[in-house]
């Protein structure tokens, strides 16, 4: 993608739906007067009065404790510089967002329009009241230090700024485990350290206190080599001031074995990465762009152990690995302060959990094959599902042991669930299932490329790797179409009226007609079927042109199932096809069965759909616990109705005995596992969180479905087309551009798993 695409899609993010990154949602009912008058005046006063009393009660009362506030004055804005307090704002939001779906840590970012140390201190103390928790960010040297200073010396909450300690904690985990591969011991290195700001100094420091020699230090700033003689040097860049005769930083670079950069873009030259030691460790963390450009780095030494501030490189040191957790971890314990034994903590965990095996779904979301410890791989990776259940406990740990934790943690068990559950699993299954297709991308054929949320999907799908697109439709349309999308990628386009699309046309036509020759097709109308772009497109994937297909946005489910049945068929290990839709909520993505084929199953049909629905919750990481609808619960009715669905559980209780499945029973006990415990312990269920549910019948299905969609507004994934012989997705009529971009990992991930059991049958 070109420099300005990415730049105005940057805009575009930012800019729509709604402007910005966050929202307020509340957590309590509001919906009648007797919930507002608990909200609100009256009810609001008795809470009131207990925080008066004891303004402990505050913490049981509000959202305080866990409201992290992102104060910046927008003078060291990543590495643009003192942009102002607006200009700030996209960044601070980014930290909340961030804050938000790392540690379900709620971020409010505040933009203070002062550059005074005194006026911001005293701003903030006045706020402090609101908030669990003080995280500055963005802020310049040498204000930084004493702003931070003497906000923990006079809040009784934890504060902490990023720059400095986040980036601190990080790179020295990062630091440690690369010395560790480069066989050095970090008393021994000679570190430069290119940066002399808020981040700079507060790194260095922390490498200090792990062994690093002050001797073995050189720093530089804007003005080149802090030397001891140099007149007018703040304390901070007293501290690491050298006492060797040297000025810039190549003379500083030469025979050192680290570079850490905090400073600005594009200053460290290959000539100056050439003369350091060998095994060098390169840290260019200076954001959006780092000192020197990873891939020229790597191209100049291959040698060297590389890190930067930015994801699309390996070894990403950047502080967001750090302020969710270590604030998670702060708040839990209800911490006066973040001390040196909690960033402590917080390194050797970190620095330990990269040296561990890397679970599959971290792999997966970031397409790698294997990540291991080693010179691509010193650091954890941010959506490592690991972290919030190793480092937040760490740094409790170590507020309770240095007695700084006013709320200690009893049960670590209960904790590291409590953690896991804030993980939420809603956006993760999106994630997933993006990455899962990017692994191998497929050729996916777009039936209705003249569309223009088709066209718009198939270009994010090329863009971002999802699949190998092949547009069919209408060229002239398409060809438009792509010229205003600015979808200037060569991809085929197929338009099947087309003379060049002839041959295939016949070719198909001859295919179809053996196909449905004794069901009443003649070859005439096979030929006049193939200017049908379903039969076309659908014939495509059945002759092995494409590995998948995506249709239906612009025409009824009905119309476009009909073609799809002829042309591609039934698996013969099933007895029907069916369909899921995934929805995702708050509680994590839901399984729904059967939303779009199968109007009335019997119950040995209902028992397929469920097996085939659990095969598809497990392809997409979940272990399937599910429950059979009914009005009824467990044998209350004798109605025909609730009767099938006992007997679709009888079925399965027999067949697959190591399935969690149960039923007959309401939505309300499936879904709430409080309420089934109580009245049903004996439940298959009993202890589970349900994620599946089956129905009885296509119009409890397909109505919930759409209910749940457009009331609660979730994401959904569907209708997944399950027992079909190839990879072929039928999208629900005007589908938006997000629901077909997800089909179409869906049918990416699904020619993929087709494509392992065709090898593994061949390898048998
Ligand atoms: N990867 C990560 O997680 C993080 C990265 N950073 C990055 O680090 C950089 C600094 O941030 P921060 O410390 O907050 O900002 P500060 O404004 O506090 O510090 C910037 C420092 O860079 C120095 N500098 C400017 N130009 C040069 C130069 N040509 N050579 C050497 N030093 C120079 C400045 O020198 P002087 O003192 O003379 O003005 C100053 O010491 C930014 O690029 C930021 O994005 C920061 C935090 C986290
Ligand atoms: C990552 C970060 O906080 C910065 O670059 O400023
Ligand atoms: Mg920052």
């Known amino acids: 993608m070109s420099k300005e695409k990415k730049r105005r899609e940057a805009l575009i993010y930012h800019a729509k739906p709604t402007p910005g990154k966050i929202k307020i949602v509340p957590t309590k009912p509001y919906a009648t007067q007797r919930d507002l008058a608990l909200a609100y005046s009256p009810g609001v006063a008795e809470p009131c009065l207990e925080i008066h009393k004891d303004v402990e009660q505050v913490y049981k009362y509000t959202a305080k404790g866990n409201i992290v506030a992102v104060i910046s004055n927008g003078t060291a804005v990543l590495g643009l510089g003192d942009i102002g307090p607006e200009a700030s704002k996209p960044v601070m939001e980014g930290k909340s967002l961030l804050f938000k779906i790392f540690a379900d840590i709620d971020g409010i970012d505040i933009e203070l329009d002062t550059k005074d140390v005194d006026k911001f201190v005293e701003t903030v103390k006045i706020m402090a009241p609101t908030f669990g928790g003080i995280n500055l960010e963005d802020i310049k040297a040498p204000e930084a230090f004493e702003i931070e200073r003497r906000l923990k010396e006079e809040l009784n909450i934890p504060v902490m700024h990023d720059d400095q300690h986040g980036t601190a904690i990080i790179s020295a985990a990062a630091l440690l485990n690369a010395l560790d591969l480069a066989e050095k011991k970090i008393e021994d290195v000679r570190i430069v350290i290119s940066g002399a700001g808020a981040a700079a100094i507060s790194c260095s420091r922390l490498y200090r206190s792990l062994g690093a020699s002050r001797e073995n230090m050189v720093m530089l700033d804007s003005k080149g080599v802090i030397r001891s003689d140099r007149p007018e040097l703040s304390a901070e860049k007293k501290e690491f001031a050298t006492d060797r005769k040297i000025d810039t930083l190549e003379e500083a670079v030469r025979d050192s074995d680290v570079f850490i950069g905090l400073s600005i873009a594009d200053i460290l030259t290959p000539a100056m990465l050439k003369t350091m030691n060998k095994n060098a460790i390169v840290f260019a963390m200076a954001n959006p762009n780092p000192e020197i450009d990873y891939n020229l780095a790597m191209k100049t030494r291959k040698d060297i152990i590389m890190a930067t501030g930015r994801s699309d490189h390996p070894n990403q040191v950047n502080n967001v690995l750090g302020f969710p957790f270590i604030f998670r971890g702060a708040l839990d314990v209800r911490a006066t302060k973040i001390n040196e034994e909690m960033k402590m903590a917080a390194v050797k965990a970190l620095a330990d959990l990269a040296k561990q095996p890397v679970p599959e779904q971290v792999n997966i979301a970031y397409g790698e094959t294997r990540l291991t410890f080693g010179r691509e791989y010193i650091i954890p990776k941010p959506f490592d599902p690991r972290l919030i259940a190793e480092v937040p406990p760490a740094v409790a740990r170590a507020a309770m042991e240095s007695g700084v934790a006013r709320a200690p943690i009893a049960d670590w068990g209960r904790y590291r669930e409590e953690l896991l559950q804030r993980s939420g699993d809603d956006k993760k299954v999106i994630r997933w299932l993006m990455s899962r297709a990017k692994s191998m991308p497929k050729k996916i054929v777009f039936a ?317």
């Not at 109007?599 to 598809?616: F, G, K, V």
């Open 448 to 764: 209705e490329a003249d569309q223009l949320d088709v066209l718009k999907a198939a270009q994010i799908a090329h863009d971002e790797g999802i699949a190998h697109p092949i547009l069919l439709g209408n060229r002239k349309v398409i060809e438009e179409l792509k010229e205003e999308l600015e979808f200037d990628a060569e991809i085929p386009i197929i338009d099947q009226y087309e003379e060049d699309s002839l041959e295939k046309r016949e070719a198909y036509a001859r295919s179809y007609w053996e196909l449905r020759q004794r069901k009443g097709s003649t070859l005439y109308n096979s030929r006049s079927k193939m200017r049908e772009r379903n039969y076309f497109g659908a014939m495509m994937v059945r002759e092995g042109d494409a590995d998948g297909m995506i249709s239906g946005y612009s025409r009824s489910y009905s119309s476009v199932v009909k073609p799809i049945f002829e042309v591609i068929g039934r698996a013969s290990e099933v007895s029907r096809a069916a369909t899921v839709h995934v929805m995702i909520t708050s509680r994590g993505p839901i399984f729904l069965a059967d939303t779009s084929l199968n109007i009335d199953p019997t119950a040995e049909e209902l028992a397929e759909i469920t097996r085939m629905t659990a095969n598809l919750a497990r392809a997409f990481n979940f272990e399937p616990n599910i429950a059979l609808l009914s009005y009824a619960n467990f044998g209350s009715s004798e109605h025909p109705r609730a009767v099938k669905v006992r007997e679709a559980i009888r079925i399965l209780h027999e067949q697959e005995p190591d399935l969690v499945v149960d039923g007959e029973i309401q939505t309300d006990f499936a879904l709430n596992r409080k309420l089934r415990q109580s009245q049903f312990p004996f439940s298959k269920l009993a202890g589970k969180n349900v994620n599946t549910l089956v129905f009885p019948n296509l119009e409890s299905a397909n109505i919930t479905y759409k209910l749940i969609k457009e009331l609660q507004a979730t994401d959904t994934i569907g209708p997944i087309m399950l027992g079909l012989r190839r990879a072929v997705h039928i999208l629900q009529m005007g589908a938006s551009v997000e629901e077909i971009v997800n089909m179409t990992a869906v049918a990416v991930i699904d020619a993929q798993e087709r494509e392992k059991r065709r090898r593994a049958k061949r390898k048998k």
